[in-house]
T-cell receptor, first 116, second 113 residues
Framework: NAGVIQTPRHKVTGKGQEATLWCEPISGHSAVFWYRQTIVQGLEFLTYFRNQAPIDDSGMPKERFSAQMPNQSHSTLKIQSTQPQDSAVYLC??????????????FGPGTRLTVL | GEKVEQHESTLSVREGDSAVINCTYTDTASSYFPWYKQEAGKSLHFVIDIRSNVDRKQSQRLIVLLDKKAKRFSLHITATQPEDSAIYFCAASMFGGGYKVVFGSGTRLLVSP
């Protein structure tokens, strides 16, 4: 079990460029989450999918951020026209059913995005 | 929406002592409370959780207490070891790990020999 895989691990973009972050959840996990972590804001929820369907994107900055889950094996987070304040570690997590409940979330190593 | 407040931003203890991290939440509908550990330079790692149908759960040296009336929960680490040093995050969710989880701001625990 390779765990949650996130690529790239580090990405540097210039202001105004686009950044696409990839996440491969643990096989068999039906819920996938995206978070953003910064020193100032801490851990912020962005969005999540269950069985590939978007469920809650209440944490997403609407204008430039979008997330997709085209199949059960990967999800993408796209940031258009990146700004310096987008610099953060972006974390992906996945979770699976355990009886009637969902088990804990397993986190990937994160993608550190730096916008110059 | 749910808000989780983590009361201790830093905590220093001597090896062998107990450490207690306290959190409060606002939404009475929350029923699942996980705790995560983040070591320096690494991602979050699940350590223990508690559901609202119980008020205490123990896993080896970790004890979680839940007081639903006060909307308060806490993580107790007994017989601390230097490798317990990390940032600990509490969190709350309405249904479980497959649903939106709101995290606290984190407590940096330092265990000194």
């Amino acid at each position: 079990n390779a765990g949650v895989i996130q690529t790239p691990r580090h990405k540097v973009t210039g202001k105004g460029q686009e950044a696409t972050l990839w996440c491969e959840p643990i096989s068999g996990h039906s819920a996938v989450f995206w978070y953003r972590q910064t020193i100032v804001q801490g851990l912020e929820f962005l969005t999540y999918f269950r069985n590939q369907a978007p469920i809650d994107d209440s944490g997403m900055p609407k204008e430039r951020f979008s997330a997709q889950m085209p199949n059960q094996s990967h999800s993408t987070l796209k940031i258009q026209s990146t700004q310096p304040q987008d610099s953060a570690v972006y974390l992906c997590a996945s979770s699976h059913h355990w009886g009637a409940n969902y088990a804990e979330q397993f986190f990937g190593p994160g993608t550190r995005l730096t916008v110059l | 929406g749910e808000k989780v407040e983590q009361h201790e931003s830093t905590l220093s203890v001597r090896e062998g002592d107990s450490a207690v991290i306290n959190c409060t939440y606002t939404d009475t509908a929350s029923s699942y409370f996980p705790w995560y550990k983040q070591e320096a330079g690494k991602s979050l790692h699940f350590v223990i959780d508690i559901r609202s149908n119980v008020d205490r759960k123990q896993s080896q040296r970790l004890i979680v207490l839940l007081d639903k009336k006060a909307k308060r929960f806490s993580l107790h680490i007994t017989a601390t070891q230097p490798e317990d040093s990390a940032i600990y995050f509490c969190a709350a969710s309405m249904f479980g790990g497959g649903y939106k989880v709101v995290f606290g701001s984190g407590t940096r625990l330092l265990v000194s020999p």
